[in-house]
């Protein structure tokens, strides 16, 4: 039988001798400082000073063991971040009079001013002078921690949803049909249960969803990432009426990789949307009038700007400021100058186009922007427009108030191309328009300023012109290829006191843009056909504009003044231009098929210069194509320079 008693103590003897030949304190020291944290040893006194602390204080503190000792004033207890220092000394000082160790977690200040949350575990012991110390090891537990939060977090969450229900959830197949879902997210839809909503929802790509393809996103993002977060989309209850929800969603994979279905949850966000819509609105429109404020301006003239690159056209903007607007607030007080600031805020989105912008900048200060003008004079006649609604009176609390404004506008892209450097601009030229006597307009570009004061001056001469029947009527007289007389063309003429000899060619298109072109018409048949009248047979043209001939009118006012004339039918001629062909074809046949049958004739005048097709005219009641001079100019040169008008007359 073994001796076992021998052979115990043999080991016993051997691992005695093993121990002899290690140098204890050298493997120690070494596991000391190698430790990864801080080994301490610390008085227990009102700062927890440090006696001792190993090498692993560098990294964990940021502070070296010679300035950690006690002689530099920096404790444990000024490490310790201020909220948890009671807490961690009660902890201590609990352990400390029962004699056992002690575990406390707390967050330290670091030298770079970083804070970390560490583990410190010790006890009391007594040091080799016979005096009680805390001797223990500090370690960083700050992933640690977070990373227990975050889990913590995790696992409430997902509680909350599959205990409460509060949110929807589902399962769906990647065709698009529902597998399960919970009673929340049937109540969401607007379905009694769970099977009510899987039966009723057999599609989900088209009976959901309000955005078509809107499905088909989905799938891409969970095919892309593996899962979709914050998937909103707008999508039909069972009754027809649409909410907005959030989605979260992954795809569930079987072991070979497969797609067995996806699973997600449901929010209802409908309120947050509306929320969020009504923080943009706020955000960006003015409280007090509804206008757009200066945080939408940006956006509107950067639309602005890129549909006029598109069309070649140019883009104003106007800085209109209310004249003594602040004497109204200071007597009547800002009610009444609140409820002012709204009416003209409404002028002001009167006179002006839908694809154009009013908002108001401040105060009483609005800026225009109007966009997509080719012309100044349609740049003017808005300004007028707007000065004029301006000045119009209103009453308030019993008092009528006029009130003008001053205006002033800078061009895109005469001016620049940048919203703060064209409103700069524009408030430059407001306050010249405020020295000019206020209630006026002035545009940055002073070459501009002259040609809009002569406009308007030219305008207002015109008008008196009509106003005072000084226009007259000259005649061209026809001859045909023998040298006979066989008519006249009307042609209205212009002696202006302040212009003298206005051209046709700047006053017509003028009485376009400002309505006078009707009134100016009308005169010349008028005068035209009462002057014919004694002619003897001989016809008389008279040309039509564009806005006289779609005017409902005209096939009763070519009738009435043959009528009061005495000039026979036959002996009237009318010319359009050939653009009046081009567009509504049918009801320009039904206008000139009308006139002729009152017997007139009718003239396409300058023709070949517009974009009609030789192949239109069959079906226009045409009696006479008056080729433009352009191509009949040059008919000596020979037969290349004849083959449009040869073409044209076959």
């Known amino acids: 039988m073994p001796d076992f008693d021998n052979i115990i103590e043999r080991d016993a003897a051997r691992e005695a001798d093993m121990w002899r030949d290690i140098d204890s304190d050298r493997v120690l020291r070494v596991l000391v ?15 927890w000073t440090l006696r001792f602390a ?13 300035e950690l000792r006690e002689t530099r004033g920096i404790s ?16 201590i000082m609990a352990a400390v009079e029962r004699g056992a160790a002690y575990r406390v977690d707390y967050r330290i200040r670091c030298r770079d001013g970083g804070e970390k949350w560490v583990l410190e575990r010790g006890r009391c ?5 016979g005096g009680e110390v805390l001797e223990g090891f500090i370690e960083d537990v700050t992933e640690r921690l977070r990373t227990e939060v975050r889990l913590a977090e995790t696992e409430l969450r997902y509680r909350s949803i ?9 399962q769906t197949s990647p065709e698009g049909h529902y597998l399960a879902a919970n009673q929340a997210l049937a109540e969401l839809y607007g379905y009694d249960s769970p099977a009510g909503l899987v039966a009723g929802l057999s599609d989900i790509a088209n009976r959901l969803y309000v955005q078509p393809g809107r499905r088909d996103d989905f799938k891409r993002l969970i095919q892309l990432h593996g899962k ?3 998937f909103e989309s707008e999508v039909y209850r069972s009754n027809g009426k649409t909410i907005w929800i959030s989605e979260n969603a992954h795809a569930v994979r079987a072991p070979d990789g497969s797609l067995l279905y996806y699973e997600g949850t449901v929010e209802d966000i409908s309120e947050r949307r509306q929320y969020q819509a009504q923080l943009e609105y706020q955000a960006t429109h003015d409280a007090l009038t509804g206008l757009p404020n200066r945080n939408l301006l940006q956006d509107r003239l950067e639309q602005a700007v890129k549909a006029a690159g598109r069309s070649g056209s140019q883009v104003a903007v106007a800085f209109v400021d209310i004249d003594n607007f602040k004497f109204i607030n200071d007597s009547l007080g800002h009610g009444v100058g609140d409820r002012l600031l709204v009416e003209i805020a409404d002028r002001l989105k009167a006179c002006l186009r839908a694809t154009d912008t009013v908002a108001r900048y401040g105060g009483d200060e609005f800026v225009l922007i109007l966009g997509e003008q080719t012309a100044l004079g349609t740049v003017v006649q808005m300004l007028e427009r707007v000065l004029a609604a301006i000045h119009e009176p209103v009453v308030l609390d019993g008092h009528e108030l006029r009130v003008s404004g001053s205006i002033g506008v800078s061009l895109f892209p005469l001016n620049g191309a940048d919203l703060d450097i064209l409103l700069s601009q524009a408030d430059a030229a407001m306050y010249h328009a405020k020295e000019s006597g206020k209630g006026c307009f002035r545009f940055y570009a002073r070459e501009l300023n002259a040609a809009a004061h002569e406009r308007l001056v030219l305008e207002s001469a015109l008008r008196r012109a009509v106003a005072e029947e000084r226009l007259t009527v000259a005649y061209q007289p026809k001859v045909d290829a023998a040298g006979r007389l066989v008519g006249c063309e009307a042609l209205v003429r212009w002696e202006s006191p302040e212009f003298g000899p206005v051209s046709p060619v700047k006053f017509i298109p003028l009485a376009e843009e400002i309505g006078l072109i009707r009134p100016i018409t009308e005169f010349v048949l008028r005068s035209a056909c009462r002057e014919a009248a004694g002619w003897g047979g001989l016809h008389v043209a ?13 096939v009763g006012l070519v009738a009435d003044v043959l009528a009061e004339t005495g000039l026979p039918a036959a002996c009237l001629q009318l ?25 007139v004739g009718i003239a396409v005048d300058d023709f070949g210069t517009g974009y009609s097709s030789l192949a239109y005219l069959k079906r226009f009641p045409i009696d006479i194509l008056k080729i433009d001079r352009s191509f009949v100019m040059e008919c000596h040169r020979g037969e290349e320079a004849m083959a449009i008008p040869r073409a044209i007359i076959s």
């Open 33 to 47: 400082q190698n430790l990864d944290g801080m080994v301490f040893r610390c008085a227990i006194d009102e700062v």
């Open 54 to 66: 190993s090498s692993g204080c560098l990294a964990l503190t940021g502070y070296s063991q010679h």
């Open 76 to 91: 444990l207890e000024a490490l310790t971040h201020p909220d948890d220092r009671r807490r961690v000394r009660r902890a």
């Open 125 to 129: 012991v007594a040091d080799e002078a």
């Open 162 to 170: 599959f205990e409460n229900s509060v949110v929807g959830m589902f």
């Open 228 to 230: 979709v977060r914050d």
């Open 542 to 554: 008279v040309n039509l504009s564009a806005r006289q001939f779609s005017d409902r009118d005209l």
């Open 575 to 599: 010319e359009i231009t050939e653009g009046l062909l081009v567009g509504d074809v049918e009801r320009a046949v039904a206008i000139l098929t009308a006139l002729k049958e009152l017997g």
